[in-house]
T-cell receptor, first 113, second 117 residues
Framework: DQQVKQNSPSLSVQEGRISILNCDYT??????FLWYKKYPAEGPTFLIS?????DKNEDGRFTVFLNKSAKHLSLHIVPSQPGDSAVYFC????????????FGTGTRLTVIP | DTEVTQTPKHLVMGMTNKKSLKCEQH?????MYWYKQKAKKPPELMFV???????INESVPSRFSPECPNSSLLNLHLHALQPEDSALYLC????????????????FGDGTRLSIL
């Protein structure tokens, strides 16, 4: 059973506009959420994270928003650049045990020049 | 550039072969992980090593045997694999894995793409 879901397999955005990637989770014990970016033939690269005690974390062009009541998080990229084109994975874990990450199925972002 | 190095990048082996996947990190991380990723699927956790001790084995068949010789190295020994074991094997590392500690992200290598004939 998929505990972390990314319901949009793909997203296309014009260069300079905002990209919004969404993620939903079912496990209320999750308290740490991450976004990874993956290029072909490379491993996932850590992008940004957020703890459950916050509702927003910003790092340059990337902002992650967390809505705990809705069990929903989103990644905003603004302005989007062609180099942002990649597959983005949402991931989550909890503090009850070892650092086991649960991944979503990914969203392929294409930024059109 | 990834700070987690995996070798080899590609591996083709028969079902009777014995081979090993290697992973190395020099970031001082004390938790290391093996994940398996099938095509168009998310990575799935296989093993977790915490301070060089195996702390999680996610019901992985015994034909996969992990080893952590020291805090920088993680191996995955393979023997008598099946065709369905063909996948991308990802290694990751993170700072202290202690429950209740401040969360730290996992950093991944580029993976070993394994094909079983």
């Amino acid at each position: 059973d998929q505990q972390v879901k990314q319901n949009s397999p793909s997203l296309s955005v014009q260069e300079g506009r905002i990209s919004i990637l969404n993620c939903d989770y079912t496990n209320s014990m999750f308290d740490y959420f991450l976004w990874y970016k993956k290029y072909p033939a490379e491993g996932p690269t850590f992008l940004i994270s957020i703890s459950s005690i916050k509702d927003k974390n910003e790092d340059g062009r990337f902002t992650v928003f967390l809505n705990k009541s809705a069990k929903h998080l989103s990644l905003h990229i603004v302005p989007s650049q062609p180099g942002d084109s990649a597959v983005y994975f949402c991931a989550a874990n909890d503090q009850t045990g070892a650092n086991n990450l649960f991944f979503g199925t990914g969203t392929r972002l294409t930024v059109i020049p | 550039d990834t700070e987690v190095t995996q070798t080899p990048k590609h591996l083709v082996m028969g079902m009777t072969n014995k081979k090993s996947l290697k992973c190395e990190q020099h970031m001082g991380h004390r938790a290391m992980y093996w994940y398996k990723q099938k095509a168009k699927k998310p990575p799935e956790l296989m093993f977790v090593y915490s301070y060089e001790k195996l702390s999680i084995n996610e019901s992985v068949p015994s034909r996969f045997s992990p080893e952590c010789p020291n805090s920088s190295l993680l191996n995955l020994h393979l023997h008598a694999l099946q065709p369905e074991d063909s996948a991308l094997y990802l290694c990751a590392s993170s700072l202290t894995p202690l429950p209740g500690s401040i969360n730290q992200p996992q950093h991944f290598g580029d993976g070993t793409r394994l094909s079983i004939l």
